[in-house]
């Protein structure tokens, strides 16, 4: 069964960290871009980051930028968001999603494959 996994979320108080991690299971995510995304409630589901298939490409909604960080490590089929200085606006269910398509894009038509979400909830 090809599936993604994300975990890593909870409940973080305003400036808190959290890393989240998108694991693929019945596939690998070498030839996949990777991105995430995030739905608040009563909101769309918008692109957040996203890393080519290398890792040498990495792309910032500008909301996050400076803030967040993508990484991964083919090697553990594993790719993590790392969120700092996290703002009570972040709050959000994050997914992510791989890509065949070359390139790195928010444009969620072209992803294949997503997670189930994992909840991020940034609150005092």
């Keep these: 069964q090809l599936r993604l996994v994300e975990s890593g979320g909870g409940?973080?108080?305003p400036g808190g960290s959290l890393?989240?991690?998108?694991?693929?299971s019945g596939f690998t995510l070498d030839y996949s871009n990777i991105?995430?995304?995030r739905?608040?409630?009563g909101k769309g589901r918008e692109g957040v980051s996203c890393i080519s298939?290398?890792?040498?490409?990495?792309?910032y909604a500008d909301s996050v930028k400076g803030r967040f960080t993508i990484s991964r490590d083919n090697a553990k089929n594993t790719v993590?968001?790392?969120?700092?200085?996290?703002k009570p606006e972040d709050t959000a269910v994050?997914?992510?999603?791989a890509k065949r398509i070359a390139g790195c894009s928010y444009n969620r038509s072209f992803y294949n494959y997503w997670g189930q979400?994992?909840?991020v909830t940034v609150s005092s």
């Design 11 to 13: 409940l973080v108080q």
């Design 19 to 24: 890393r989240l991690s998108c694991t693929a």
């Design 35 to 37: 991105g995430w995304f």
């Design 39 to 41: 739905q608040a409630p």
């Design 53 to 59: 298939r290398s890792g040498g490409s990495t792309i």
């Design 80 to 86: 993590y968001l790392q969120m700092n200085s996290l």
């Design 94 to 97: 994050y997914y992510c999603a």
């Design 117 to 119: 979400g994992t909840q």
